[in-house]
């Protein structure tokens, strides 16, 4: 077994689309997916652009403000996620400060309650 602690990952600084105290660090790929780790300082964002495979963010600390094409803001916290479509326009934003997971690229997310994966049997 291998433990990653994701807040000691090197990260490097994102100032794309108009970011801002964003920070992002890669910690698993596949041919379908990447995994990154994202920081968000209080006050910080990351600019609204659109996702080049489906996203799906899961926070893990912190809280944040996102949107997607509709521009309507929803608030998620700890346990919860948020999933953009590929080539969705969205945003997020953080008055207090973000630690998420993304996972971006071929996902398959099921509705709540749906069983995507059987598991072991």
Known sequence: MKVLDLGALPHRRVEAHGSRHFSVGAFGISADAHL??????????IGRHPASGRQL?????GEAEVSGADREVQVIRPGQAAVWEPGESHETHSAVGLSAMIVEGDLDIGAPGE???????
């Open 57 to 61: 963010m899961v926070v893990l600390a």
């Open 36 to 45: 990154v780790a994202v920081n968000l300082a209080p006050g910080g964002s």
């Open 115 to 121: 069983q995507v994966d059987p598991g072991d049997t």
